[in-house]
Each structure stands twice: as structure tokens, then as C-alpha cells.
């Protein structure tokens, strides 16, 4: 899940992203926008949301740090849980589920196959 969402999610972003750069698609009936929010030597910060004025099927926020050196990806915030752990106890005051983490790389690796298949760039893809 890590490995694949690395692999998908940079070839979403700018060859050579910059912090600020926005990328926004139009996946069905929905735009979803990327943004560059922190780049350091092995990892880059992107935020991903959709900026539909009113969302028929809302997708949280996300925050999700690439990994350079090992080549993976996971969801480090979403919505208003700025910090998400890798277990959690069961039940919890949060409402999270054990493995919450875990659900929301899953859902993350849905989420850009399916902009990756069904999805239009606003801005040209340069996939070198």
C-alpha cells in the first residue's frame, strides 16, 4: 500500500515540484487539488483536497508525506485529527478504529487510482 501510493501520488505531482505548486483534476464530476506544502532533502509534504464548491461525496483533507529515500507514502493528517497513530485502542473517546492508519492509506490508494484512471489534469503531465 506504502510503495504503491508513492508511486502514484508522484506521478500526480510536478516532475520537479516546488513548495506552493498546486496540481488540480477533474475526476467525474469532482476537482481535487494537490499541493506542495513542505520539500526537504529525503521527503515532501502534499496536501490533497477537493475544491468543489459543495462536494456530493466530500473527501477529508489529507496531508501525506512522501518518503524519497524509501520510496513510500502515507497519510500523516486527516480532517481534524492533525496527528493519526498507528494503532489505537478499541473503543476510544476519537471514534478511531484500531487501525485507522491503515484505513485511510487504503482509502488513499483507492482514491488516486481513481484519479489516475478516471482523472483529467487542468495542467499538462510530464510523466519523464
Known amino acids: ?8 501520488l508522484n506521478a500526480l505531482l510536478p516532475v520537479s515540484a516546488e513548495v506552493g505548486d498546486v496540481r488540480c483534476y477533474q475526476a467525474a464530476s469532482m476537482v ?3 499541493t506542495v506544502h513542505e520539500i526537504t532533502k529525503y521527503t515532501t ?17 489529507m496531508s ?17 485529527f492533525s496527528r493519526i497513530k498507528a ?12 487501525d485507522e492508519k491503515h484505513q485511510l492509506n487504503t ?8 484519479c489516475l484512471r478516471s482523472g483529467i489534469s487542468r495542467t499538462p503531465l510530464d510523466f519523464n
Open 1 to 8: 500500500t506504502y510503495e504503491t501510493n508513492y508511486a502514484k
Open 32 to 34: 481535487y487539488q494537490l
Open 45 to 61: 509534504v502534499v496536501e490533497i483536497c477537493q475544491s468543489d464548491e459543495t462536494p456530493v461525496f466530500p473527501l477529508p483533507t
Open 64 to 80: 501525506v508525506r512522501l518518503y524519497h529515500d524509501a520510496r513510500v507514502a502515507e497519510v500523516c493528517s486527516s480532517g481534524e
Open 87 to 98: 494503532k489505537y485502542d478499541y473503543p476510544n473517546d476519537q471514534l478511531m478504529q484500531r
Open 107 to 114: 482509502f488513499l490508494g483507492e482514491w488516486l487510482t481513481f
